[in-house]
């Protein structure tokens, strides 16, 4: 049985900074088809970051140049690295992989639906 365990979430005040685990257990983490995605009380679950089928890396424009995404082969951990953090990053914070199908970048990004494995979630808050 799969699992996606997310932690480091937590309350920071704005511009400070969080890094989320995600840890897997009984599958083996790939060098691509894995994302975040976020889903703040009231919107719309958005990708956040992810690796297409080909490792390719995106991010949403809201956090460019502020997260990253990254992986640990050694721990099977994928990471997200959050730094410069809003209030309007608040949000339960998932993690997912293994596609179901080939994804360019975009998709990677905008179809959680395609990937296999999905995490609990871990909460951010950003406080102003």
Known sequence: ????????????????????SCAAF???FRRYCMAWFRQGSGKEREGVAALDSEGNTIYTD???GRFTISQDNAKNTLYLQ??????EDT?????AADCEIWMT????????????YFGQGTQVTVSS
């Open 1 to 20: 049985q799969v699992q996606l365990v997310e932690s480091g979430g937590g309350s920071v005040q704005a511009g400070g900074s969080l890094r989320l």
């Open 62 to 64: 809201s956090v460019k």
């Open 105 to 116: 970048s975009i998709q990677a990004l905008a179809h959680i639906g395609r990937y296999k």
């Open 26 to 28: 009984g599958y083996t």
């Open 82 to 87: 959050m730094n410069s953090l809003k209030p």
């Open 91 to 95: 949000a339960m914070y998932y993690c």
